[in-house]
């Protein structure tokens, strides 16, 4: 039986294959909303988080939401830096 889960976001890259994430996060920064995911086979085969995807919430004039890559390395990093502070207890996180 397959258990059904809320926390599942499903997204089509360029190829037209859909991945499975587990939604970790949703971020309110700079006036902006972000999602962070977590891909679902490494979350299945590793128990340390190795890499998230963080993307930007962006809102079509018909109210749909869009999932956008983040561009700015300066805006990546302070939007996983606010994720590392809001999940220290429930992460373990590597120092670089």
């Keep these: 039986?397959?258990?059904?889960?809320?926390?599942?976001?499903?997204?089509?890259?360029?190829?037209?294959?859909?991945?499975?994430?587990?939604?970790?996060?949703?971020?309110?920064?700079?006036?902006?909303?972000?999602?962070?995911?977590?891909?679902?086979?490494?979350?299945?085969?590793?128990?340390?988080?190795?890499?998230?995807v963080i993307l930007r919430i962006d809102q079509s004039a018909d109210g749909e939401d869009s999932f956008v890559t983040v561009e700015d390395d300066e805006e990546l990093d302070a939007v996983f830096e606010e994720f590392k502070m809001r999940m220290e207890e429930e992460f373990e996180f590597d120092e670089e």
């Design 1 to 52: 039986m397959t258990e059904e889960r809320d926390d599942l976001v499903v997204l089509v890259d360029e190829n037209g294959e859909e991945n499975e994430f587990e939604h970790l996060d949703t971020i309110d920064y700079n006036g902006n909303e972000y999602v962070v995911l977590l891909p679902i086979e490494q979350s299945e085969e590793e128990k340390d988080m190795e890499e998230v």
